[in-house]
């Protein structure tokens, strides 16, 4: 055989099944033996792949274990967390609607419902979601999704999630809940009756930086046409960053436990300090939800603190320059705690009206709290506070 024949020969090893660590399957494109067997698997009389576009034993590894901690029928994985949240507001409410946003929703949301869907004849609305009576006022109407968070991005807010989803069905709508901040560590809202729940693998399921990823989880039914949703347009997700993730996804709970103790400690430390306005952490009893996150969260209150400060966006620019551990990064979930600028970065899609409305402005600061000894994550901001 010619080298040059050589050369684009495929391996015929076949892969143990045996393997200690799930293998990656970084392939395009599957090989058949006849046209039978594709047009046997394409109709779905047989199991397998075709093309990755619409699956691949990594990503479909993830997807089961995305589902299997959510308590979920099913699971599929998408290219980002934004995909993920398009695809379920596309399976819940496939024919123009109205897409009712918590208030307190991560900016990226909205941009998926502005730029993208308004243009499709979707209608976004606001609505607040710490107000009973005007969720029900907002759910009587038109067919519509209603899109919350369990933990809100970046002030923490938690609403009454399991009467809000009771209330929402008695309307007819249906519910997408982004359970990325809580993650299955601490909220499970497929058991309070959510439909889908959403995730950015992103961040703490991945929980290293390093890929880019989203998952949904759910009933068999909805996860197949949000599935057909991800295939058709699209939202191929990479192999390999699902390989890595489900890597990832194997520590989470041991990261979680960490840095959910780790961000109680520092937000009760920051409440001391006098360049800190306020400290937004559902685990203190100063947290307007406190009371309601003890009774729907469970083992802690997640890793994400934020916090006002004093001097204003000034003393944000001055603490992030004299961090010394802590590194400034427009996202979050890292083993190493992290912080971000939401005014800057995951909520400028708002308008500066919204963004007051929810008392985000550019004295706050997001910390995402890493697995560190949470001594040294205290001196860190310790020292860059107070300028020391």
Not at 273 to 293: F, Q
Request: proline residues 5%; glycine residues 10%; hydrophobic residues 45%.
């Amino acid at each position: 055989m010619d080298i040059y024949t050589q050369v684009v020969e495929p391996t015929t090893i076949r892969t143990p099944p045996n393997a200690a660590s799930f293998p990656i399957y970084q392939t395009s494109a599957y090989t058949f033996a006849d046209i039978d067997e594709v047009d046997q698997l394409l109709a779905g009389k047989r199991e397998g792949y075709s093309y990755t576009r619409g699956g691949n034993p990594n990503t479909d590894a993830l997807a089961q274990f995305a589902a299997g901690l959510e308590g979920a029928e099913a699971g599929v994985v998408t290219s980002s967390g934004t995909a993920a949240l398009m695809a379920g507001i596309l399976a819940l409410l496939p024919r123009p609607g109205r897409i009712l946003l918590a208030q307190e929703i991560y900016g990226g949301t909205v941009g998926i419902a502005r730029t993208v869907l308004a243009p499709m004849g979707y209608q976004m609305q606001w609505v607040d979601t710490h107000d009973l009576a005007a969720v029900r006022e907002a759910l009587t109407g038109p067919p519509a999704v209603l899109v919350v968070e369990t933990i809100s991005n970046p002030l923490g807010r938690v609403c009454e999630l399991d009467r809000i989803i009771a209330m929402a069905h008695r309307h007819g709508v249906r519910v997408l809940v982004d359970n990325t901040f809580a993650t299955p560590f601490h909220a499970t809202p497929l058991s309070w009756g959510a439909d889908l729940v959403v995730h950015s693998v992103t961040k703490f399921i991945g929980g290293h930086s390093d890929l880019i990823l989203g998952a949904a989880v759910g009933s068999k039914d909805l996860i197949a046409r949000a599935a057909a949703v991800v295939d058709s347009a699209g939202f191929t997700p990479d192999p390999f960053a699902a390989w890595l993730a489900l890597r990832g996804g194997r520590t989470l709970a041991l990261r979680m436990q960490q840095a959910s103790a780790n961000a109680f400690q520092l937000a009760s430390s920051l409440q001391s300090l006098k360049e800190v306005r306020r400290v937004y952490y559902p685990g203190l009893d100063s947290h307007p939800d406190h009371i309601l996150a003890a009774h729907l969260l469970t083992r802690g209150f997640g890793c994400i603190v934020s916090v006002s400060l004093a001097a204003g966006y000034g003393g944000v620019q001055e603490m992030v320059r004299r961090l010394r551990r802590v590194r400034f990064v427009p996202s979050l979930g890292d083993v190493a705690t992290t912080v971000s600028h939401p005014v800057t970065a995951s909520h400028r899609e708002l308008t500066a009206d919204e963004k007051a409305r929810v008392g985000i402005d550019g004295s706050v600061v997001r910390i995402s709290v890493g697995i560190e000894f949470s001594g040294d994550i205290i001196e860190d901001f310790t020292q860059a506070l107070r300028g020391e």
